[in-house]
């Protein structure tokens, strides 16, 4: 926006965007008014239009506006009209009304808290905002007082470690005043609901960060008050939610600082007299207010779960393990929504008792995981009048899988076998219904897998079971069942007299239009675990697959199928491997040729989709995988894949412009060169021309990734070198175009991506080659613009580039090119070393998110380990170029902390130390 527009034109744009029916109209003025809050001129504007209060819509703009802008683009204002904006907020505050709309009064009341956060000059804003407000605005002071703590750790503000572990030290030590504030303000409305919810907000926002110390807390008023309104089961549910998260806010404090016993002790007894509130809420079906005192139970279950386990590693019980009591009353509701919000403390007491590995410890807890397994089995159960399979999109089947992973996760506490046969047991109860006997199943599935193979008691007496039930029995029964054959494969493996008669019941149960998916996903398990007993049973197999779109089957399960089966002709001998192989191929060749050779409507998932012909190709090449004894013999697969790249090639041409189907044509070729390797030398040149001309009009980026296959393959050979350089040649044209454009690096990860993974492949195969290519330069400059991409796969490879760019200068000192590698890599660095380390240290502090700085300090390390002294010097030319105060006036980083990080680099010793110093150094700036 080259110009301040006149409030005329915005007041006429606001009203456009929320009033006019014209949605192109709307659409319009919500982009001219996007582009005028990101210009400089907002800041007048929005002030102007709060003081002129002209319409709702004009001042939720404005104060939407102004909060924008103090986040956002705080480093626009010179510092000396801070103040002028601290003392214009303030008036705008201070006009707020119990009338004010209340989305304006919470925009102002994050502006004036951002402020606060970012303005170094303001030296008591807490004293000064309640010396201000507390006895003419208490609604806007409340709300202020509730987001200051809360912004403190606002990934949008860039505050700084320095400054935000200031503003914390600033918070606590005006805890005092806020906590005397809050007292007096329940006093002064003890009956008022909107007042107590909006104190034990405040409350709840300022113990969350810690700024209110445990010492506080014993004969708190305003704890008290959240546990006499959880106490009274009757208490309106907006009151009792804000009363719910202060204690669990509460409970969070207290985990992090387990040395408070007597509280401790306090807190859990007065969570236990809740018990008798929540069956209240059960009984009366108030589902809302039994969540909150399940996430009561459950936080400070998971608040006392270190001292729970460590306490009871003597064989007796800590005195606070009967909170699990409470929490597994939680999940025997009626309603499995308040049994799900238990989960992750049950993963977080497995993932504890796995790492200490005691018998002893758990045989304590043994008995809570059996009465958990009972009771989520139990919410497993289908409504008995369901018809027909439960829908995979559905919340209750999300919920089942949920179910299924935290059994996998607990069983070993009690033992996989002890719970198979609690199940089958269960099975056997007289009168059981079909529901029951369905969720019975579904627990023994999701531990199957875990079966010793010598079990045969019980594992026996349920496959007989499964393979003699009568054919009326419920869907869902037949369904789970077919599941757990295929969860039982390693058994069967080790069985394999009970092969015969699962395939012929898998076989049956195929052709059933509701159960072909899961029997195909059985079989591919059962083909996958028993390889080596299935060869004589290929030709039923292929039979399947001849016949596979006459079955109601989805493609996943068809996918999982030819998996199964191409595993299985990868263990014939090489001889009887040809006719198969070519018998599974043709069933997809010659349907995706019909498709080429026609011009029929593509629709999505269906045949008429080359997609579905391709994938079952991918599948089959990726999975057939034959023992080659002799480097020197034919490959088996060879010639069926020659025969199938002409067709490849035709879909290429025919399909060119339809993206989603060159991706599935590029990884069809990718596993059929994988398969043969150095062999499918052959069909190199033709392909290598086709995709760097179908690249150069589409500029797909499954071309860059199929041609990283092609160098991995073949860029050891010498005859294929100068072919695939000049591949790599071509592709940078049309690569640069894309990542070169107006935010092209942000629009186009996957090029970059795959682009920086084909390079990568030249510099592990043919570094020299590469090295010494004409367009290196070109292809570094760009990799230095794609390094502080925050993508994280792009970014990823990018950092994998210069890391092997770095470590081919130093590394296979044995091998003849070493001195020619070293020589070049050492002139690289000496040219641009210095850039390099400036751009990583400045996309690692202004860029990249934290847990991407693990590839930056990999190169960072590796360049250190090329020349040591060289990084010494690069790394504090690089650091005295970074900005040092931030637009409040705060010091980013202090001499000292340069230093220390410049010291931890360089004397670092292994890659973690590097990662660690990177991590804080880049939270300075944050």
Known sequence: ??????????????????????????????????????????????????????????CYFAAQTMRTKVQLNFNELPRESHESLRDSLME???????????????????????????????????????????????????EILTV???????????????????????????????????????AQGSNNHQLNIKVLKCFTSWISIQAITLADIPDNPIVSQAF??????????????????????????????????????????AVVRLDSSYHMTVAEESTEKSINYCRIFTELSEAMLDKIISGSSTG?????????????????????????????????????????????????????????????????????????????????????????????????????????????????????TWDVTEAALYVMQSVAKNILPDEKEVVPKVLEAILNMPPDVHIMVRHTAVVLLGELCEWIEKNHH?????????????????????????????CSACRDHMSVHLGGLLEIVRSMNSFKISNEAALGLLKGVSIIIGRLPPEQIDPAFREICNCQVAPLCQLIEGDGKIEKGTPSDPVLWLDRLSAIFRHTNPLIESTNSVHPCLKVISEVFPVL????????????????????????????????????????????????????????????????????????????????????????????????????????????????????????????????????????????LDHKDANSTVMKFFLDLVHCGRSGESKPDFAVRQQLVQNIMKEGGQLLVQSLLHSSVFYLHSYMLGGVAEVIYEMMLLNRAE???WLEVALKSLPLTNAGGHVNATQQQLVEFHKTVTRAEHIKDVSHALKDFAHLFR
């Open 1 to 58: 926006m080259q110009a301040a527009p006149s409030l005329e034109n915005v007041y006429e744009a606001v009203s456009t965007l929320f009033n006019n029916l014209d949605n192109t109209q709307k659409e319009k003025a919500s982009a001219w008014l996007d582009e005028l809050q990101k210009s400089v001129y907002a800041w007048k504007i929005a002030d102007a239009m709060l003081h002129e209060k002209k319409d709702l819509e004009s």
């Open 92 to 142: 705008h505050i201070s006009q707020v009304s119990e009338q004010t709309n209340v989305v304006i009064v919470t925009q102002l009341c994050l502006a004036m808290a951002d402020l606060a956060l970012q303005m170094t000059s303001w030296q008591n804003p807490i004293e000064d905002l309640i010396h201000k407000y507390s006895q003419t605005n208490m609604w806007p002071l409340l």
């Open 148 to 186: 200051l703590p809360e912004e403190v750790n606002s990934r949008l503000l860039r505050l700084g470690a320095n400054r935000r572990n200031e503003v914390t030290a600033e918070l606590s030590n005006h805890s005092k005043i806020v906590l005397e504030y809050l007292k007096a303000c329940l």
């Open 228 to 269: 006499t309104i959880l106490l009274s089961h009757e208490a309106p549910f907006n009151m009792h939610d804000s009363a719910t998260d202060c204690i669990c806010a509460l409970l969070q404090h207290l985990e992090d600082n387990n040395n408070q016993q007597e509280l401790e002790m306090q807190i859990v007894d």
């Open 316 to 432: 007796k019980p800590h005195f606070a393990i009967g909170v699990l009591d409470l929490v597994l009353m939680c999940v025997g509701h009626h309603d499995y929504e308040v049994a799900e919000i238990t989960f992750n403390l049950w993963y977080r007491l497995s993932e504890e008792l796995y790492v200490k590995n005691k018998e002893d410890l758990n045989a304590v807890f043994s008995p809570y995981v059996e009465r958990l397994i009972v009771a989520l089995c139990r919410h497993c159960q289908i409504e008995p009048d369901h018809e027909g399979l439960i829908a995979d999109g559905e919340d209750f089947s999300g919920f089942r899988l949920k179910v299924s992973e935290l059994i996998k996760d607990v069983v070993f506490i009690i033992g996989s076998s002890h719970c198979f046969r609690q199940m089958f047991l269960q099975l056997q109860s007289p009168g059981i």
């Open 498 to 526: 009970t092969l015969e008669p699962v395939l012929n019941y898998l076989l049956v149960c195929l052709q059933h239009p509701l159960l072909g998916s899961a029997s195909a996903t059985a079989l591919q398990n059962i």
């Open 649 to 788: 090639s035709k879909a290429l041409e025919k399909y060119q412009d339809r993206m989603s189907i060159m991706e599935r044509c590029a990884r069809c070729l990718r596993f059929a060169i994988r398969c043969v390797g150095k062999q499918a030398g052959s069909f190199l040149e033709p392909l290598v021309k086709q995709i760097v001309s179908l690249y150069a009009v589409h500029k797909h980026s499954c071309f860059l990734y199929l041609g990283s296959i092609l160098v991995d393959e073949y860029a050891t050979e010498a005859g294929c070198i100068q072919g695939l350089l000049g591949m790599l040649q071509a592709f940078i044209g049309p690569a640069f175009e894309i990542m070169q454009s107006p935010s092209g690096l942000k629009n186009n990860p996957d090029t970059v991506d795959d682009f920086f993974r084909l390079c990568n492949r030249f510099l592990q195969r043919s570094p020299v080659a590469f090295l010494q290519s004409a367009f290196l330069n070109a292809v570094l400059q760009c990799a230095l613009m794609a390094s502080s």
């Open 871 to 873: 990084l010494c010097v």
